[in-house]
């Protein structure tokens, strides 16, 4: 690009190859946009909001419009336009409202005879998926230690139940996920990189997983017809506070870098190899108390169930930190390098 002279416009020289790939004609006006991580795009269009989504509704079931209105969100959709040539039913109506509620940021704007409008208001400014994924990991693990105790505690309280909050958490995380891809403004206004936004994405999809494993320990403790042999409980409650534990330290790595968690900039990547070293042990242990499990005449077949949910628990916390060393790699790439141990 040449320095522009006074009141003009920069000149940018392009070669005809590039420009004719990129459909530039000679002498067009584009858009230089700067992207936080450093990335110059050149636009030739100017970013405007999407068209609605339009779905008709007519004669569609209720299990398959929720499931419509639940991947448009998470496909980053921000508007949907439900429209019917018989008019909208009393039925729809009450299902699409009790999907919205359980969609951060979604509102019904618009509801008639002939058709509603389903729009995601909240202001992306206002959107912080670094605190999301905190929140996604605080609940998750608090379902996954109430699960365990249900499972272990014969006098421990009903868990409280976590699943929608968790569920809420992950698609919200998913829709902005969508947006920041398909559009650098989106992305600008989160304030992060793209690996940065890929990095959380994939971490949120593992807490998710997490609160899974703890709905599958739970749904154990709610079948068993007798207490679990004291035995047991000591065993399985280990297992499962270390597991918590190594989800705990492996968001951390992703979330904070090259901090307290790993273990300070110096010796970050190691410390997050010590991480896959313990999910690797603590998947052995998980792998040997099941043998034990199985050759127990007295033990509950159903304990297996529980027992593979917490070595769920272990691999995704190990898809975590593996997701934070690559990022850790990646700030390393342009040093000396580092040694492998």
């Not at 448009?72 to 009393?90: I, N, P, Q, R």
């Not at 039925?91 to 704007?109: A, F, N, P, Q, Y």
């Not at 901090?259 to 991480?275: C, H, I, K, N, R």
Request: charged share 30%; net charge negative.
């Amino acid at each position: 690009m040449r320095a522009p002279e006074a009141n003009s416009r920069p000149l940018c020289d392009a070669t005809k190859e590039w420009a004719t790939a990129a459909d530039i004609e000679p002498g067009a006006v584009v858009a230089l946009h700067s992207h936080i991580d450093g990335t110059l795009v050149v636009q030739t269009g100017v970013e405007s909001e999407s068209e609605p989504l339009m779905l008709s509704v007519d004669d569609a079931d209720p299990a398959a419009l929720e499931r419509m209105l639940r991947a448009a969100y998470t496909a980053g959709v921000d508007s949907v336009e439900l429209v019917s040539s018989d008019g909208v039913t009393e039925s729809t109506h009450r299902r699409v409202d009790r999907v919205t509620r359980t969609l951060t940021g979604v509102t019904v704007t618009e509801s008639g005879d002939d058709g509603m409008q389903v729009r995601s208001l909240l202001d992306v400014e206002e959107v912080s998926i670094t605190q999301s994924v905190r929140q996604l990991q605080f609940a998750a693990l608090s379902a996954h230690r109430e699960a365990t105790a249900a499972l272990t505690t014969a006098s421990a309280d009903a868990p409280a139940g976590q699943a929608d909050g968790t569920d809420r958490i992950a698609a919200m995380v998913d829709h902005y996920f969508q947006r920041g891809l398909d559009s650098l403004s989106v992305m600008d206004a989160l304030g992060l990189t793209r690996p940065e936004l890929f990095d959380r994405w994939v971490t949120a999809r593992e807490l998710a997983r997490v609160a899974d494993h703890a709905d599958r320990i739970e749904a154990v403790a709610d079948r068993l017809d007798e207490p679990v042999d004291a035995e047991a409980v000591d065993d399985i409650e280990a297992l499962a506070d270390r597991s918590r534990d190594l989800v705990q330290d492996a968001v951390g790595v992703v979330l904070d870098g090259n901090g307290e968690t790993a273990g300070g900039a110096d010796d970050a990547p190691e410390a997050v190899q010590g991480l896959l070293d313990e999910r690797d042990r603590l998947c052995a242990d998980i792998d040997e108390f099941d043998r034990r499990l199985f050759e127990t005449d007295a033990a509950d077949y159903r304990l297996t169930h529980a027992v593979d949910a917490v070595r769920g628990t272990a691999e995704a916390a190990g898809q975590i930190a593996e997701v934070g060393l690559q990022s850790l790699l990646r700030e390393r790439c342009s040093s000396a390098g580092m040694d492998v141990e």
